[in-house]
């Protein structure tokens, strides 16, 4: 088979295109790229991605006349990102951001919630799943992306899923198949309201890693009332008030979304939303140079069908809260879990746990 590659430069605002021609009648004719620097090594995209209906229900291979594709490199120059976030809306996936020292790189829209991780200087991604409603049709697909870092780290950016859908095998837990460290990913592009349901990733060449980890869910209840719906639009995320360096908070108008906590460790963990790269005002709460703090105080405010935290602060133990009703008071030290959706957050002590997903809940891309 013999590939012919040419490129065709665009306006800058248009995508590029890359004709494919085989020897044989071509199930492509015409792949266009949002970008000119995608990996020479994507011969076939639509080949190499995860397709809810080709790798899940074995449906029959559509024939596209035209694709197109959008690639986010997790490198810039000599750099790995230094952090990843996920814009999610509705019931998926409709942005990709790759955070570095001096830029950021966004793919898709800064939409919905901003489930943000960071990485540590020498961590990089390892493996990456995609985790499915485990369902005949790939309109209730809803793929999370789910990744596990070289430091052993496992981090869903996903919503919030019922356990007993778990037990009962009603997600399955995707394995994306690539060489080496994950160094990007590419996703069919989709239209605005969208969600992204076809991905891949590309590694980078190097010896394969240690056996990748199990998934894990989170074992636990949900607030009530709900603030929004389980598997689709209520998130979660906890954190220990241990061993801390600083806590920087975000806001985006008059809404606290979330906590940026550094730990003496070296590690860095978000508690709630990290709008990292669209104007929030951010500010530091708190530093290990500071006076001793013994408590945390959310301050939730609620308008017409709303509930926020509009306030984060540390205080002394003599401090007095104004008002019980509106604050929700911790001790350092505690677990606490930020429960959020686009409208809601409510602030909770962590009393569940992790737990690995079942072994026949999982599967492996075949490419």
Known sequence: MAWDYTRRSLDPSDLNCTAV????PPSNSQVVWDQDDFPSTLLDPDVTLFD???DVIRSVPRSAKQLFFRYLSLCFKDEYTRGLSVYVSGHGIVGLEAHFSRVSRLSGYRRGCALHFSLCPDERIAYVWLRVVNSPSSAFAAPALVIE????????FGSYILPSMVISNGFKWILLQHEGYIAGLYYENVKSGMT?????VIGDGTAPGATPLQPQYHN????????????????LSFA???????VDVCRVKNRCTGLMIHYLSGRTSVLGQWHAS????????????GPAITNIYFEMSRCKDRQIVTAVSFAPSTAEATSDSEYRVFSVGEHIAWWFSERYDEILRWTGELQDIPKESTMKQVV
């Open 278 to 289: 669209c104007a929030p005002q951010s500010s530091c709460i708190y530093d290990s140079h």
């Open 21 to 24: 021609l085989t020897a044989e």
């Open 240 to 246: 220990v008030l241990h061993g801390l360096e600083r």
């Open 149 to 156: 870092t070289t430091r052993g780290r496992l981090h869903t």
């Open 196 to 200: 992204i349901m076809r991905l891949g």
């Open 52 to 54: 809810f209906d080709r």
């Open 220 to 235: 636990c209840g949900f607030p009530s009332p709900p603030i929004g719906a389980p598997n689709a639009g209520l998130f």
